[in-house]
Structures are given as structure tokens and as C-alpha cells.
């Protein structure tokens, strides 16, 4: 019940905050972060609980719920499900303290809404059917669009109705495949099933594999998003409350390439391989298309939107090589974008509710007024551009490592995104941060309060720690991913240690790297 309990939790709580008075506000903040933390702790359970040395699903729940049509409530968890679901857990208090001032009206409902989200992302990760997983596919597309619609900025409508779009467009071709994979298990061993492990196990000819990949994939790749379906992500984010920025770019977009890893590739293999050179061509220019268009963007907070299309370029370029290293590169850098990306749009939100602009030109000499922020900007600027020693760092090296297994010449074009973010980065921290403090509105900013402190502290740490101490969460997923890259390929991994001891001496570094990687 260990997972079920982390999808009730926020959504119980949800609804217990609806049930109290409209002039509670406070009481109603209280409750929802007490029950967000509830939730992460609770993940963290399960975290302790979870057997490292194992690659099947683990805490699995199933219960018979429409068998007529081979439909089951089943839920599970492996290595790489495991820190999407603590990243949602550890992400959502954070997002609820964040606007604890800022947001003032309708704070029941806002609070309502952002515990629903957590509960129907949490349902993704988890999810083992596909009618089950779909259900919550679809049913995070709805508080997100109020959260955009009532507390966002003042094009909200147009971003939340072209958000909307975009999702559901791909949806309904993913919901056809769906339901066509589910009836082809019927045709072939006379018993209709959406169970995703009975799916994995079905042997789909190559020509309806090619369909119902790319049906999959269209919608995963909007959710990334994946170049050139990224153009909802610049208005949602702009327009977006900070709350939301920080679930849309720590979690939302994870979903995408989660999708790709648990859908597209193990249920589609060989329609997979043959489209992942195309993937990766496409990976790469959303990387340096990104990064060039985020250099000359004067909105902060577009200038971080377009980071992240730059950013989960990279981890679909470690999808795409599939193997061992790319695929735990992808992974973690799944969560340290999450990570650094959420903590972006929370020095942003900070920035914007003492200025209310977001404009880089409206700042500039702020680390004479405001030092202890501008030292966590740094921080998580640092990160945010694979600094050694940073959690960014470790995701894109085993990333390039992995890639350039594969595709030695995409890599070397990939590699341009680091430096490019450097300088987009570095370059709008300048602006901000540094130079005379000619603009006299920005003389009496004050510095970080105690609940900013408990805000940003957190996400510092996570920032810093991954990138210390990363074997804590490469060593959990390691077995799940390389038993996805043998189910893909079809054919046992090659390693390391696969190479026979006498011939080490006369096999070359890349050899070896080569060896690991496969």
C-alpha cells in the first residue's frame, strides 16, 4: 500500500483543504505544506525500503479492477521511477512555500490544486497499466491549467489554452495506440490486456511497431519538449505563477523523457533503434537552438524556459544511444535539471516579487544589496552549467560518454550546448548581479527572509550533494536501466568487465569506455 498511500495522501489532503473556510488562508498553507510534507517523507520510506541490488519492479500493487477489458489498478517502482517520484515529493512543498506571500487570493483553491497535481504525477511514475498510467496523463493536464489560468500573468489564457493544445493533441494519438496495442495482445494470445509487463513481453511485427512508436513518441516528445514541438513551453513558463514554473520544469517535463525510457523504446524496440539517429539529430539541434535563443532573450524567466529545451536535449541524446552510461546520464540529469531549473525559477520569483519585473535590463549591482541571494543564484547558476563538483555535471558527462558510443559526431556538436550555456548563464548573472546599481528602485530590495532561506537551502544542498556523493542515486538505478538498454537491444550487454583479463593490457581507454557503455 506503500505507493497507493503516496498518491491519496496530497489528493485526501486536497480535498480536506477544500473543506475549510474561505478566510482560513493560513490554516489552509499550513495544511497543504503539512500534508506535502507528510508526502515526502513518505516517499523517503519508501526510498529506505527499496532493494538497491534488484532491477524488477518493486512494491508492487495490483488489484482486478475492469477485467472484461483486461483493465487492472497496477502500480510499482523500479530504480529509475524511484527518483522522479522523490524529486515530485521533494519539489512540492518547496513550490507551496514559495507562495506563501505571493499568491493571496483564492489560496483554498490554489492549495487544492497544487496537492492534486502532486497526487496525479506521483500516478505517472508509478503506473503500470496503460489505461491506469494514461488516466493520470491526463489528469495532471487539469490542475495545471488552473494553476496557469487564475494565478499566472497577463497573457495566462493564451499560454494555458496553447499548453492544453499542444498536451492533448499528442494524447489522443498516444490513447489510439493505447487501445490498439492493448487489442493487438487479444489477436495474438486471445486475451486483451493493458498491463504494461504483459505488453513488454508481445512480439509486434516490425510495420505496426513503426505506427504505433511514433504515436507514442509525438506525445512524449511534446511533453519534453523535444524541438520543434517546444514552442507552448516559453509561454507557459513566462506566464506560469512561480509554483508553477518550479513543478512544470522540475517534474512536468520529466514526464516526457520518462515516457520514452518506460514506453517508446522497451514496448517498441526495433521501430526504436531504427528511428533513436533521428531522435538524436533532433535532440541536438533543440540543444544549441535553445541555448542560442535563451543568449538573447531579455525575460529571465524565457531565458530559463528556453535552458530547459536546451538542457533535456541532452538527456533525449542519452535515451537515443541507449546504454548503460547514457541511459543513468539521462536519468540523472533528469533530476538534477529538476533540481537547478526549480531552483532558477525560485531566485527568478524572488527577484520578481520584490521588483515585479522580470526584466534583465530592470536589474544590475544587486550583490551590494542583496549578497546572501546572490550567492545562492551562483550556486545554482553553477549547477545549472555542469560546474565539476555540481550535480549538472554528472548527468551530461555520462551522457557524452554514452552518446559518443553512438553517435561520436552528434556528440561533438552536443558538447557546443555546454559551452553555450556558460555563456547565457553567466552573461545574464552579470547583468543581474553585478556592475553600478544605477536603478534607484533596486537600492532598498531586501535580502532572503527565513522562509526564502527554507526555500532555496534545500535545493542548494540537493544541487551540491548530487554532485559530491552521485553513486547515491546512480547505484539504485543502475540494474533497472541496464536490464531496459538488454530488453531494447535484445541481445546481452557487453562490459567493462566483460573483457577477458589478458586482453585489458592491449585494449585502449575508449575500448573500455565503449565496453561499459554497451
Known sequence: ????????????????????????????RQVALGISLITFVASLFVWFGFDAAQADFQFVERYTWLPDFG???????????????????????????????????????????????????????ISLDLFLFYLFWDAMLIPMYFL??????????????????YTMAGSVLMLLAIIWIAYYHQTVTGVISFDLLDLYALQIPASLQTWLFLAFTL???????????????????????????????????KMGTYGLLRFSFPLFPEAAMQFAPYLAVLAVIGIVYGALVAMVQP????????????????????ICAMNVIG????????????????????????????????????YGGLKAVMPKLVGMFLLITLASIALPGMNGFVGEFFIFVGSFAEYPGLTAVAVSGVILSAVYMLWMFQRVNYGPLTNPKNKGLRDLSPREWVVIAPIVAMCIGMGVAPRIFLT????????????????????AAAVPAEDLETAGPLDVVQGSAR
Open 219 to 253: 506525445a512524449f516528445a511534446i511533453k519534453v519538449p523535444l524541438f520543434p514541438f517546444h514552442t507552448w513551453l516559453p509561454d507557459a513558463h513566462v506566464q506560469a505563477p512561480t509554483a508553477g514554473s518550479v513543478i512544470l520544469a522540475g517534474v512536468m517535463l
Open 1 to 28: 500500500m506503500a505507493l497507493t498511500l503516496l498518491v491519496l495522501l496530497p489528493v485526501v489532503g486536497g480535498l480536506l483543504v477544500l473543506l475549510l473556510g474561505r478566510d482560513r488562508d493560513r490554516l489552509v
Open 148 to 165: 496557469i489560468g487564475i494565478w499566472g500573468y497577463e497573457q495566462r489564457i493564451y499560454a494555458t489554452v496553447k499548453f492544453m493544445l
Open 476 to 495: 539504485p538505478m543502475e540494474p533497472a536501466v541496464r536490464q531496459l538498454v538488454e530488453h531494447v537491444r535484445g541481445v546481452t550487454p557487453v562490459n
Open 299 to 318: 525575460d529571465m524567466k524565457k531565458l530559463v524556459a528556453y535552458s530547459s529545451v536546451s538542457h533535456l536535449g541532452f538527456v533525449v541524446l542519452g
Open 327 to 362: 541511459v543513468q546520464g539521462a536519468v540523472f540529469q533528469m533530476l538534477a535539471h529538476g533540481v537547478s531549473t526549480g531552483g532558477l525559477f525560485l531566485i527568478v520569483g524572488m527577484l520578481s516579487e520584490r521588483r515585479h519585473t522580470k526584466l534583465i535590463a530592470e
Open 71 to 125: 483493465i487492472s489498478y497496477h502500480v510499482g517502482l523500479d530504480g529509475i521511477t524511484l527518483w522522479l517520484v522523490v524529486l515530485t515529493t521533494f519539489l512540492t512543498p518547496i513550490a507551496l512555500l514559495c507562495s506563501w506571500e505571493s499568491v493571496d487570493q483564492r489560496v483554498r483553491e490554489f492549495s487544492f490544486f497544487m496537492l492534486l497535481l502532486e497526487g496525479a504525477m506521483i500516478g505517472v511514475f
